[in-house]
């Protein structure tokens, strides 16, 4: 590609928007430029290395046995009701009318169009397991929108779901994802660590982020310093309890409520309004205390209280002792404002905290503060959130911690959709079962900027070669001297017939100019065509080491291969 007939805006100043060091390169090498808050366009650069991102990913999806697929970004607001998801993902989820006045959601993920889609196609145990995936753009309307292509409102992404007739198929589907997402970030270059995740809103049992180390990370990591142990800190208190009591972990203990199932209908027994901003409630079942936290942004109002799997279960005595654990497990956070906690009913629900539950000197929320999801605690004076420094639970070293972007997360479903959506099938005795569910999103515009920030340096991009738009920038100093431009526009040609992809600088512009654009651009490797074009020779420039050399033009396919 020859620079005159693309566009490659750069920019001398750093945008005064943009904070962290990806959001400013990427705009100042001319790959994005912002459409609207979170919105991005992808320059004619940015969509190669956005490419080469998809690619490698749907390359190690393939051997992974998954086939790609496309879905609507416009989704009828319908299935998002069957899956109560319409009234529970909040304002994050964007949604709209048609002319006819019916709603719609765009797709901020794709698991109901999906489900729904597997429910009328798949009916029989013979068709499963199946993995389908596909890469699109997705719709979220973040609170805070920030970081360039980080944390977009429009961002690309990579998901996948699969459907099996046993849980052994998932658990095989699911240790087949993780590998291939430990092989697509290993090709990015990243330095990167799959980490025990939090399962969330969504329920479902196993999960794992994959987070890359950078300062700028919103997510901070706990991991050992001598064993694979990681986890996202999120976890804390699953992490000092899996130190005693590792094979319980994992186990999910689901509780019923007695009779409520919904905020609504606790709304209707309460007989008042439930406020909106509510973060968590205790519910009291027989003489056993059951805590649901909210998670992250969220606030709990209509979430199921069925899937109650999502809670801790502590048995405690009284009243007092469940303000004391409350206080004790969230205010080592932060201080928690105890006197937010309301006393409401002395049945089946006694306490609302309302508001945040943990904030710190900032008044910054913390997010999914989620004390021992998932599992029992045994010794509630034993939970204590995890420090750095402690002992690791896999008894393996020292616990770290490190800051990390999200970038890919897998997830064991079970059969949460498949339950609400109908997905069932005729198993070998002829009988119907429910399906069981995995899915797998990886953030592939995230995955580009989360590069960008491992590699770079005071000058500009340093791409690692498998992600770089062109292998090549071939630079002629002096388009005006003759045997400059003979010499570079002969080199470009052979580049070219040789399938050597090649960005040509053949701009009428100062020398200068154009080597501190291509620092910034970044690619792996410069070719200089200036004062010795008479003698056929040029001079070759590595840009992650700044090694320097000349080469006499016939050496030079031999040298970049
Ligand atoms: P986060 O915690 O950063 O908000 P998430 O947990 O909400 O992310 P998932 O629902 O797990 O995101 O989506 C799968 C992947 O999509 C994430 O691992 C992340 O890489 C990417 N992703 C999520 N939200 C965004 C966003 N706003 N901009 C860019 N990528 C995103
Ligand atoms: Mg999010
Ligand atoms: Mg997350
Ligand atoms: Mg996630």
Redesign the pocket.
Known sequence: MKHSQTLIPTLKEVPADAEIKSHQLLVRAGFIRQTAS?VYSFLPLGNKVLKKVENIVREEMEKAGAAEMLMPALQPADLWKKTGRWYTFGPELMRINDRHDREFALG??HEEVITNLISDEVKSYKKLPITLFQIQS?Y?D?KR?RFG?????E???K?AYSFHDSFESLDEAYDKMVTAYSTIFERCGLDFRAVIADS?AMGGKDTH??MVLSEIG??TIAYSDSSDFAANIEMAPVLVDYRKENEELMSLDKVETPGYKTMQEVSQYLNKPLDKGIKSILFKVDERFVLVLSR?DHEINDIKLKNLYQTTDIELASEQEALQVLGAKVGSLGPINVSNVEVIADNAVEFIVNGYCGANEDDKHFINVNPSRDFQVKNYEDLRFIQEGDPSPDGKGTIRFAKG?????V?KLGQLYADKLGATYLNEQGKQETMIMGCY???????L?AIVEQYHDEKGITWPKEISPYDIHLIVVNPKNEEQSRLSDKLYNQLMDQRVSVLYDDRKERPGVKFADSDLIGLPIRITVGKKANEGIVECKLRTTGEQFDLHESEIMSKIQ
């Open positions: 979170g901020a993920t997705k979220r973040e929108p292509l980080l944390r977009g409102r961002f690309v992404m998901d969330g982020e994959f919103e997510d992250g972007i999200e970038v890919g997360h997830f999103g990886i953030g592939v515009s995230r995955t900027a």
